[in-house]
């Protein structure tokens, strides 16, 4: 089992007299910045020139620089931008203003975990990852509570690194919820095999496969909709709230029934096989070479797969259908 820390685990004197630099103001970045600042710590938000967000955070007192001018006051540096442009900056503008003993915050490992990051011997390496959306982060704050995090430590220079990082974690309120203890390691695989495996990918050929399934059987598309991809957020939200069983306490026995007899069936021995292929490819670094390289390569197979995608007639159904469900619409 993990180990989980909380606000008395915290040793906020790690960071007196330390100032935060947070890199990047975004989801992430706006909450940390926030959070930090109204518990008292000594931040300073490194954005980019003509960032419309300067005058944002100037607006709450908070003080801002350039990302450069930020990693240089830093002695922590929390790395808040997204993680496909995190390797360029900390190449060009963070890595020349850290100094020895500060520490290199990020609320994620690919970078660090798959090696398009690599710090220098004399710095702490350090994550603090929310399991949850920055809004999130923030309204929990600043209603008493807060959103559990990760934590885990890369390189301990310091010999404080984990002290530290749950000292940022309670200026972030995510020890009052509690701090869970992994490795960048642990976090980056189960992560992209998460997202890759059920969240984003299994989910959504999921959809579209039952759906293809009732509309070649000469079903009606909208019939097919609303059973396939609709009704999926009411069942989402049961296993969220409830767990599993508590879900299948909350359907009807004939749909208790089919997903004990039938779920198995479609989440077949082989699928389960091509999962640990998945698995692999994470574990081995090939997903993560094969994604940075894409990038290289201005997105070419990405962009070509979002074309067809969209394309599916599940899309311009749903947007029509959507469009029938005012509640849906903001
Ligand atoms: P966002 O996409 O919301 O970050 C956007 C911010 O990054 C903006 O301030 C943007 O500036 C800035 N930015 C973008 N490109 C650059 C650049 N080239 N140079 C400098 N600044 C740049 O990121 P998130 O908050 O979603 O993610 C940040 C980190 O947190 C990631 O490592 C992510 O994996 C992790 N994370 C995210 C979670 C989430 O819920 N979103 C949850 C847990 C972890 P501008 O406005 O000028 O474009
Ligand atoms: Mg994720």
Redesign the pocket.
């Given at each position: 089992m993990a180990k989980i820390y909380y606000e008395k685990d915290a040793k906020p004197e790690v960071l007196e007299g330390q100032k935060i630099a947070i890199i990047?103001?975004?989801?992430?970045?706006h909450a940390h910045a926030q959070n930090l600042t109204d518990s008292g710590l000594d931040v300073v938000v490194g954005?980019?020139e003509g960032?419309p967000?300067i005058e944002t955070v100037k607006g709450l007192g908070i003080a801002v620089a350039t990302?450069e001018e930020a990693a240089a006051m830093g002695d922590i540096v929390m790395i808040?931008?997204?993680?496909d442009?995190q390797a360029r900056?900390y190449r060009d503008s963070i890595r020349p203003g850290l100094k020895s003993g500060n520490a290199l915050f990020?609320?994620?490992g690919f970078n660090i975990h798959y090696s398009q990051i690599v710090p220098p011997d004399d710095i702490d390496v350090i994550m603090v990852?929310?399991k949850?959306?920055?809004p999130m982060v923030r309204q929990m704050f600043v209603e008493g509570g807060g959103v559990p995090s990760l934590v885990a430590v890369y390189q301990d220079y310091s010999g404080m690194a984990l002290d530290r990082g749950l000292a940022y974690a309670k200026g972030l309120g995510a020890a009052r919820a509690g701090v869970i203890e992994t490795t960048f390691k642990e976090e980056t695989e189960t992560d992209l095999f998460g997202e890759q495996a059920v969240l984003c990918g299994g989910c959504s050929e999921l959809i579209k496969a039952g759906f293809d399934t009732l509309v070649e059987a000469g079903y009606q598309p909208e019939i097919a909709y609303f059973e396939c991809l609709h009704e999926l957020k009411l069942i989402v939200d049961l296993i969220h709230y409830h767990g599993i069983s508590g879900m299948r306490q909350r359907v009807s026995d004939t749909a208790e029934y089919g997903d004990l007899t039938r779920g198995p069936e479609v989440i077949s021995p082989e699928v389960r096989e091509v999962m640990k292929g998945i698995l692999d490819d994470v574990q081995t670094g090939r997903f993560a070479s094969e994604w940075v390289l894409e990038n290289q390569a201005n997105r070419a197979t990405m962009e070509a797969l979002r074309r067809r995608e969209a394309e599916h007639p599940i899309e311009e159904l749903g947007k029509q259908l959507r469009s029938m469900m005012s509640w849906l619409n903001e």
């Open positions: 990047g103001y975004g989801s992430q970045g954005l980019r960032d967000d990302v808040l931008i997204p993680d442009v900056v990020f609320a994620h990852a929310p949850g959306p920055g």
